[in-house]
């Protein structure tokens, strides 16, 4: 169980997550998210200015970081729960022993089958053999989506975790992405800053600024959003519905 985060009861549904009175303070800055709420498997964006705390926000999400006050309530504990970063950690083994960690830690027996079929699909099977540390940081950001998606979490954050792909590669992702949600429907918490992104796998969104959760809905609904905050931060991207 996450150290910080309060269980749901047993009959709860898994894809809930309910925030309240959430406060964190780190330096100058101060985290404050009043109520965030998933009651439903999707893909949701975390988007907003830099600075804004959404990375934050995600580390206490997934146990990185406890808050200082408030509650994060949900039925998953750390072992559905996977964060990804711009710059993810790569331990200093092999590309195959990267991938395969996840899942020996679960004592999944067809481990070698999975991490081969993940390793040609994306382009990584001639290197798996080749330390993990050496690859390019597109190719570490796709090892690194590889690994949270081969044990199959419930909760996957993806914060900035796929801008140094190519356009092949980001497709790949993509496509991805939305194949295993309709597969086996979870819920994803994408952070970038590339709306266009956003558009294309998001269902729902919540746009931070200065510390708190400004507004949410659909990407329609945020588009067309009265909130000056919300205009400004997307009147410079083509990002059409």
């Known amino acids: 169980m996450m150290h910080h985060a309060t269980k749901f009861p047993a009959q709860e549904s898994y894809h809930n997550l309910r925030i309240t009175s ?60 996977t964060m990804i970063t711009q710059k993810p950690y790569i331990m200093d083994d092999t590309v195959f022993s990267n991938l395969a960690y996840p899942l020996l830690l679960r004592g999944i027996k067809n481990y070698k089958d999975l991490c081969d079929e993940n390793l040609k699909k994306a382009g990584l099977f001639e290197r798996r053999k080749q330390q993990a540390r050496m ?46 949600q309709k597969q086996t429907p979870i819920v994803w918490i994408i952070i970038s800053h590339q709306l266009a992104h956003i558009k294309r796998l998001c269902d729902s969104i919540f746009f931070m600024t200065d ?31």
């Open 22 to 81: 959430l406060k964190k303070t780190r330096g100058t800055f101060t985290l404050f998210v009043d109520k965030m709420e998933i009651h439903s498997p999707g893909i949701y964006g975390l988007i907003g200015p830099n600075g804004c705390g959404k990375s934050t926000l995600a580390k206490i999400i997934s146990g990185i970081l406890p808050q200082d006050s408030g509650k994060v309530e949900t039925p998953l504990d750390c072992r559905d729960i």
């Open 135 to 180: 690859l390019s940081g597109g190719e570490k950001q796709k090892l690194a989506l590889l690994r949270a998606m081969i044990f199959n979490p419930k909760l996957i954050i993806l914060d900035e975790a796929m801008t140094e792909l190519d356009m092949d590669s980001l497709d790949m992702f993509e496509t991805m992405v939305l194949q295993r």
């Open 211 to 241: 510390g708190h959760i400004e507004a949410e809905g659909s990407v329609k609904e945020l588009i067309n959003s009265s909130n000056p905050t919300v205009r400004r931060y997307l009147k410079h991207e083509i990002f059409e519905v």
